[in-house]
């Protein structure tokens, strides 16, 4: 029987990130649910594995024991996760993992101090499998996962390739689901055209700063990504093209103003608390008289109101917005920099609106209209059937 010995925050960290890849729910989850744990005890070295059918996690974790046979066992990602994270931390403190048989029942039985749990072993037979790529001819890319992190928040939430990924030209990425687009300068030089790869999971793994080695696959099916020496990512490319959206990248707007993001953030996420259990909220803003304001209504809750002073800009007569609450703040929420920059056409209250976050990052977000209530019961009904 194989025996492996961690130190606690090694394996903590390589389980974490490996959850975060690994599938929670649908047919990702019915074929690749779980982490593997290949160990090789004449190494020493331990390869976890985690993949969602889209992206592909692989890290090399080093043991202070190893002992046994060879072996690779397939364990309950989010259980031994959430286990592992729980355990104390520090210099001196490890794991033991070691498997055995109770009768026909295969388990790894895991031991750090007092605390001792069993883990029931899933099948390996038909988990996926894939290869290492060689690092040769990837390219430093500086800030990738932190660029990726600015614009990822507009990408769509649904499963409809591509909007539901984010764009690279070499130069920019960027992320649109139609009402609401970002995008962030990010230089990867080679880059042979344009891709687009799924959002939502490379950021919760990669770091925010800092270097990493990026590479496209000869076939140019899959993003190649290596962090640090020890871990590989892959991640499919979808293969169609993304959207022309130059078109509402416009930045050529009749009114402006400067504003702190503290202050905006602010005013904003107190009034969003009295959306309530509203299903499609309003944030009504108004601007205008040198001043910021605005409200949400709620008919369960009532009204919150609330105003920022912006000296010098907004000149004019109040003039309202209304907007997803979400798709404001969050477009405001990933500004790299505390003062915006933002644009808008007092004289259109459909026309998009421009925010200026510094360092690059610039988002645009659609106004959206009040719904009738026939509008809201065929919304929803809508939304129920989907």
Known sequence: MTKVVFETATLADAIKKADRVAPTKGTAFDKAAGITLTITPASGLVVVRAT?????SMEWVTSLECEGDEVEWRLPSKLFATVLASLPIGTGLNVTLEEKNEGRNRFVQLTAGRTRAKFNLMQ????????VFSPDGMTEVEDFGGRITLVEWAASRGDEPPLNGVYFDGEKVLACDRYRLAISPLVIPGLAKPIVIPSGILTTI???TGEVNVGVSPNGEELFIMPDPTTQIRTVVFGMEYPPVERIMSRDKPNHLKIKKAPLLEIMQR???FAGSDRFPILRVFFGRETVAVMMNSREIGTLADVTDVPGYCDHEMFELKF?????IEAVTA??????VIGYNSENSMEIVHIDGG???EAWVMPRKDL????????????AKA
């Open 52 to 56: 969602d059918l889209m992206v592909y």
């Open 124 to 131: 390996v037979d038909y988990y996926p499998i894939w290869d």
């Open 206 to 208: 990669l770091k925010q």
């Open 271 to 273: 009034a969003s608390v």
């Open 324 to 328: 997803t609450p979400k798709n404001l």
């Open 335 to 340: 500004s790299p920099n505390e003062d915006l």
């Open 359 to 361: 360092s690059g990052y």
């Open 372 to 383: 009738s209530p026939k509008e809201r019961t065929e919304q929803e009904t809508s939304n």
